[in-house]
């Protein structure tokens, strides 16, 4: 027993726990507002366009916060393995526990977990970032965790990512990252002008732009499955190897791509071959049903035939014109 009640000096008592990303939850929060507020006033829309403004109202913000929202999630390639590992250096102390490992476009997270938690007198707990985006300094966040005295699980998977690493992947993540974020940045703004063009309505561009939309975020795939592809060093914890797998993010922005490219085209092919069932389901016969309807008004309102009434008033006699009645006094 030391000192320092079973803990060594350079190690601090206080975890240093990876901060809650509140990121997502207000991307979250701005679009469940959004669709709130559609519901709130649905009840006003009459018919059947009800249906259809409804579907279009939901299909645009989904799409709108997936692009948004994977743009800070870090499970774009996941792995995970239980092995029994050594806690910390200069300790003999050996733990059982579930490590994770979680690469997003901005950094790689690991985690670390005990099984059970409470083991060797600790709560092992971590869940540890260290970011390679162009404004962070990845090595100098390594250098961090060491003079914390993180857990050797973690500054062992952390050290395969760095630049001075023999595995050689830091650069192909850092540079795939960064175009899969620009890339997936410039279909956030193709989305915006596509509802833009769907509410004017300029339904053929704004197909195009939709399909645009679908087109950057099946690159921004491709620039990760680029990383991905490139040989890596293995990650072994004794027997038990830790291999990586794509995440939840990559196959949502694959299946939202997909829907995207989907709808880009089924709005194109509607728009050449039945122009009146793509007004139909952007409610735009209505619109022009109340126009005829309007227009048959004012014309109800004008005399029937303007001609004949021309002539009736040019063939009355002039005499009859000047008739003056006197009444006498």
């Not at 008592?13 to 679009?31: G, I, L, M, R």
């Not at 890339?183 to 596509?194: H, K, R, V, Y």
């Not at 048959?296 to 009355?316: F, H």
Request: hydrophobic share 45%.
């Amino acid at each position: 027993m030391t000192p320092w009640d079973g803990s060594f000096p350079f190690y601090p008592n206080v975890k240093a726990y990876f901060p809650f990303d509140t990121t997502q939850a207000v991307v979250v929060s701005v679009f469940f507002s959004a669709l709130a507020t559609c519901i709130i006033i649905l009840p006003g829309i009459r018919g059947r366009a009800r249906f259809f403004w409804f579907l279009r109202g939901i299909t645009g913000l989904f799409i709108g916060a997936v692009v948004l929202m994977i743009q800070f999630t870090r499970d774009w390639e996941n792995g995970w393995v239980k092995a029994n590992t050594s806690y910390k250096s200069f300790s003999r102390a050996m733990v059982n526990a579930d490590i994770g490992l979680h690469i997003g476009l901005a950094g790689v997270n690991i985690t670390l977990v005990g099984n059970p938690v409470n083991q060797v007198n600790e709560t092992i707990s971590y869940n540890e970032h260290f970011a390679w985006s162009f404004d962070a300094d990845y090595d100098h966040s390594y250098s961090e965790g060491l003079e914390k005295g993180l857990p050797s699980a973690i500054l062992y998977l952390a050290e395969k990512f760095t630049s001075q690493s023999p595995c050689g992947v830091h650069n192909q993540y850092r540079i795939s990252g960064h175009y899969a974020s620009l890339t997936l940045w410039m279909a956030f703004c193709t989305w915006l002008l596509s509802i833009l063009l769907f509410s004017m309505p300029i339904l053929l561009y704004g197909g195009y732009t939709l399909l645009l939309t679908a087109v950057l975020m099946l690159f921004s795939l491709l620039f990760l499955s680029t990383a991905r592809n490139t040989p890596k060093c293995p990650i072994q914890f004794g027997p038990a190897s830790l291999k990586t797998a794509y995440g939840g993010s990559f196959w949502l922005t694959l299946t939202t791509g997909l829907l995207c490219l989907l709808l880009g085209l089924g709005v194109i092919v509607l728009h050449s071959v039945q122009p009146e069932k793509l007004k139909r389901l952007f409610s735009l016969d209505e619109r022009d049903g109340k126009g005829e309807a309007a227009e048959g008004w004012e014309k109800s309102l004008l005399p029937a035939d303007a001609s004949t009434s021309e002539e009736d008033v040019l063939m009355i006699p002039l005499r009859e014109l000047c008739e003056v009645t006197v009444t006498k006094l």
